[in-house]
């Protein structure tokens, strides 16, 4: 089995690279795919433990970006996922993602100030030394439970962080549009993440998005994934299918802070993705 969606603590993780890497062995998965947000540091930090005991170590990202439904024009938050299987993406990719986090550090910045006025006891400063080299609101929210003014993850978001509390600053995100264009000038694969998380009101609206996204340079479709059931999971393989889309799939551990999803397991045993997954994305990047 292998997993090709997790995180570290080079985004929002728990677990250092060289500790996942380490669980991936004790685990004896073939593959690993780290996945951080925005940030290709924790592979980089990870590539030479991997190096050693021969795990395949798969360099990826996830990117934050918005789509409209097709009919209505709404718009929907779309995690977009990038796999480079053959090295570092090239300097278009590499200079576009830092207009990316330059962006994602203005909204910080936005956001800190927002809880500031709200009485909020809390600065950019504090919260960064926790995100390291990507800084977001699962960092900010451990500050506050350190802090004993959130209880825990969930109370953080609901009160201070999350899109319904007073003190949410929007984030000026890309378009799906324009993070493919940008994977794959870089040489990457672009693949949406967790389908289920967009929350259309039909399938016709989903299968519409996923074709429009196509015809932007859409290649693939996380079929299996800790939020996705085996039900849903055969859903997204015959829709990845009749799209003629690759599936992917991975767990999207975070360690601790989401105890539930197990590394390469998912939730409850319900992730079990076969290496042909990888195999394929690596036969279209060749």
């Not at 910045?109 to 800084?135: D, N």
């Not at 319904?164 to 040489?187: D, F, K, L, N």
């Not at 609206?205 to 340079?217: A, D, F, P, V, W």
């Amino acid at each position: 089995m292998i997993d090709l969606h997790t995180h570290t603590t080079a985004s929002d993780g728990t677990f250092t690279p060289e500790e996942l890497v380490a669980a991936a062995q004790m685990l004896e998965l073939e593959a690993l795919a780290i996945t951080d947000h925005e940030t290709f540091a924790g592979f980089e930090a990870a590539e030479p433990q991997a190096r050693e005991i021969n795990l395949d170590l798969l360099r990826g990202i996830e990117l934050n970006t918005y789509a409209r439904v097709p009919g209505n024009n709404a718009r929907r938050n779309l995690h977009l996922l990038a796999y480079f299987p053959f090295g570092a993406p090239f300097k278009p990719f590499t200079a576009w993602l830092d207009s990316q986090r330059a962006s994602r550090r203005e909204r910080n910045q936005k956001l800190i100030a927002s809880l500031q006025r709200m009485g909020v006891p809390i600065t950019l400063e504090e919260v960064e030394r926790i995100g390291r080299s990507v800084t977001g609101r699962p960092h900010m929210a451990r500050v506050l439970i350190e802090k004993g003014i959130a209880r825990d993850h969930e109370d953080a978001f609901r009160r201070f962080l999350g899109e319904e509390s007073p003190g949410y600053v929007e984030r000026q995100t890309v378009t799906t549009e324009e993070a493919i264009e940008a994977v794959c000038m870089g040489g990457g694969i672009p693949v949406v993440a967790h389908p289920v998380r967009l929350s259309l009101a039909g399938r016709v609206e989903e299968r519409e998005m996923l074709k429009r996204l196509k015809r932007s340079g859409l290649v693939g479709l996380e079929v299996i994934h800790s939020d996705q059931p085996p039900d849903l999971q055969q859903y997204y393989m015959a829709l990845a299918q009749s799209l003629e889309l690759v599936p992917t799939g991975g767990s999207d551990f975070h360690g601790a802070l989401k105890p539930r999803v197990q590394l390469g397991r998912g939730v409850d045993s319900n992730v079990r993705v076969p290496k042909e997954f990888l195999d394929r994305l690596r036969s279209l990047a060749g």
